[in-house]
T-cell receptor
């Protein structure tokens, strides 16, 4: 069964709207979660690392004021796309290693959120 | 810059054949390598991971790693139409970050 839950699955909204996406670890505590974005026919691009109890770290080129990340608890990270525009339309996916303290841990992925901005 | 290179395909094989998927990576310090399968519109699902040079087998899947050549591959034996998907190669960098290739699209023809 799923070990990482992501919600919502689909979002369609108007330009200028802010959209919040939730990522939950279901049966383990995730001190670290990752957020990816995937455009059609392209690979997953790491956007940021969400850290419980501290600020998120963003990859080069990702606007931290545009993509707000909050790791509210050991089982929940949220990504808020602020003032979304059509170019933000994409497939957003979160992931978490079962034990972020260890290396060599496979990532467990959420089911993804398809965001469409009109 | 960390890079993962994959042939985008599509790779077409007949049902029952062996499908061979390849991947090269740029970071010599990488220790962990992963193969994920992604169906259209879905998130990736883990197929296999490999840490040591050589082969690792799991059912119909065999991962091969050659760190000296910075090369990792995935063999799928007895390919089935349900194996048709995009296969993503990834390596793990610092702080558990994953870096993905662009994926190889596999078509298994009945």
């Amino acid at each position: 069964g799923a070990v990482v839950s992501q919600h919502p699955s689909w979002v369609i909204c108007k330009s200028g709207t802010s959209v919040k996406i939730e990522c939950r670890s279901l049966d383990f505590q995730a001190t670290t979660m990752f957020w990816y974005r995937q455009f059609p026919k392209q690979s997953l691009m790491l956007m940021a690392t969400s850290n419980e109890g501290s600020k998120a770290t963003y990859e080069q080129g990702v606007e931290k004021d545009k993509f707000l990340i909050n790791h509210a608890s050991l089982t929940l990270s949220t990504l808020t796309v602020t003032s979304a525009h059509p170019e933000d339309s994409s497939f957003y996916i979160c992931s978490a290693p079962r034990d972020g303290r260890l290396r060599n841990q496979p990532q467990h992925f959420g089911d993804g959120t398809r965001l469409s901005i009109l | 810059q960390k890079e993962v290179e994959q042939n985008s395909g599509p790779l077409s094989v007949p049902e029952g054949a062996i499908a061979s998927l390849n991947c090269t990576y740029s970071d010599r310090g990488s220790q962990s390598f992963f193969w994920y399968r992604q169906y259209s519109g879905k998130s990736p699902e883990l197929i296999m991971f490999i840490y040591s040079n050589g082969d690792k087998e799991d059912g119909r899947f065999t991962a091969q790693l050659n760190k000296a050549s910075q090369y990792v591959s995935l063999l799928i034996r007895d390919s089935q139409p349900s194996d048709s998907a995009t296969y993503l190669c990834a390596f793990q960098g610092d702080f558990n970050k994953f870096y993905f290739g662009s994926g190889t699209k596999l078509n298994v023809k009945p």
